[in-house]
Each structure stands twice: as C-alpha cells, then as structure tokens.
C-alpha cells in the first residue's frame, strides 16, 4: 500500500464549478500537508499548506485536513480555465522539506 | 522564492549512455534535492545534494547510477548513468527556502529524458 493515494484522474468539469480533489494516507505521524499546483512542462508549485488538522483558505482555494480519517482535500470555488493543472498532494512528519511524500497527481481540466 | 534553472530540458538518449543535468539556482540555498517524475507516478526523492560532501541517497537510488555534484551553494549537477529505457523520466531539481511556519520546496522546470 502507498503511503499517499491520490486519484489521478484526468478530472474534467465546467467553468465556475466547485471541484474537490482529495488524497488519503496511511501514515498517522504526518503532521504537514500540501498542496502543489505543476502546470504542463513547469515544475510544481506550492499552493497551500496546512499544518495538522483543520481548514485553511486563500482566495478560492480551501484546504481541509481530517487527521481521524486521514483524508485531506483541495477545493477550488469558481474554477476557472487557469486552474487546469496537474494537482499533487504532499505530507510530512517535518516542517522541513527532508521526507516529504508526494502524491500522484490528480490532472484537472477546467472546460470554458 | 527562487529562480531554479534546469540544463539540458529535454534530450533524447541512447541506451548505456549517460547524462548530466544541471541546476542553477539564483541564490545561496543550503538544501538542495533532486527528484525523479515518470509518468503516472508520483515525486520520488532521489537524493539531497549536499555542499562540499557525498550526496544522501534515498533508498533505492545509488551513487554509482546518479552520481551528484554540489560544489558551491548555488549549483548542482545529476549525471544519470548507463541509461536505459527504465531511466526515462522527468528530473526535478528543487531546493528549500525556510519561512516563518515551514519550508516551501521550490521545484526547477525540470528535464525530460527519453532513453531508445
């Protein structure tokens, strides 16, 4: 079993939709988790972080960390075309970058 | 943040041969990491690239197939060595900057191998 399951889609919906994406994962330990955004041919980005469990919100992006259920989930309000992307969960025991797991990656497309 | 330049960005190679990619970054970092991407599959750390001693290996890479360099704070080098077609990949160079909750990891554009 992986540490880290994310469905990897591709996901496809429609201009100013609510998309959710979600990873789960075996390691009770993880204390920090993340969301990085890599767009075709780039490297990956950080989008958000959230340190143990709860929600954290930027503009449109929600992240919400369930550490009893060991679930965590990206929701993205008003999606837009710019938001098509390849989304990777990651996790850590540590704030720092040593072990860091990453996810798949769940390819989104937002359809204008 | 940081600016993270990758050399070569793609190359198409023939098995047994080998490769060298280089990373450059815009400032003095002192973690630096170099990644692996094959399709479908999630960021596997191959190694941290340490400044003036032996790179740490993860479990399941060695020195001898990804030999790294890391001779100032700012440059770093990955040779990928005696390729074959399992080495085909995307390889991510990626250093830490430490922020007042966290480190963010901020990744290169990466380069992307095709071995025939």
């Known amino acids: 079993q992986k540490e880290v399951e994310q469905d990897p889609g591709p996901l496809s919906v429609p201009e100013g939709a609510i998309v959710s994406l979600n990873c789960t994962y075996s390691?009770?330990?993880?204390?920090?988790f993340m969301w990085y955004r890599q767009y075709s041919r780039k490297g990956p980005e950080l989008l958000m972080y959230t340190y143990s469990s709860g929600n954290k919100e930027d503009g449109r992006f929600t992240a919400q960390v369930d550490k009893s259920s060991k679930y965590i989930s990206l929701f993205i309000r008003d999606s837009q075309p710019s938001d098509s992307a390849t989304y990777l969960c990651a996790m850590s025991r540590y704030s720092s970058a040593s072990k860091i797991i990453f996810g798949s990656g769940t390819r989104l497309s937002i359809r204008p | 943040s940081a600016v993270i330049s990758q050399k070569p960005s793609r190359d198409i190679c023939q098995r047994g041969t080998s490769l060298t990619i280089q990373c450059q970054v815009d400032?003095?970092?002192?973690?630096m990491f170099w990644y692996r991407q094959q399709p479908g599959q999630s960021l596997t750390l191959i190694a941290t690239a340490n400044q003036g001693s032996e790179a740490t290996y993860e479990s399941g890479f060695v020195i001898d197939k990804f030999p790294i360099s890391r001779p100032n704070l700012t440059f770093s080098t990955l040779t990928v060595s005696n390729m074959s077609p399992e080495d085909s990949s995307i390889y991510l160079c990626?250093?830490?900057?430490?922020?007042?909750?966290?480190?963010?990891?901020?990744f290169g554009e990466g380069s992307r191998l095709t071995v025939l």
């Open positions: 990626s250093v830490l900057k430490t922020g007042r909750d966290t480190g963010e990891l901020f």
């Open positions: 390691n009770s330990a993880f204390q920090y």
């Open positions: 400032s003095q970092v002192t973690m």
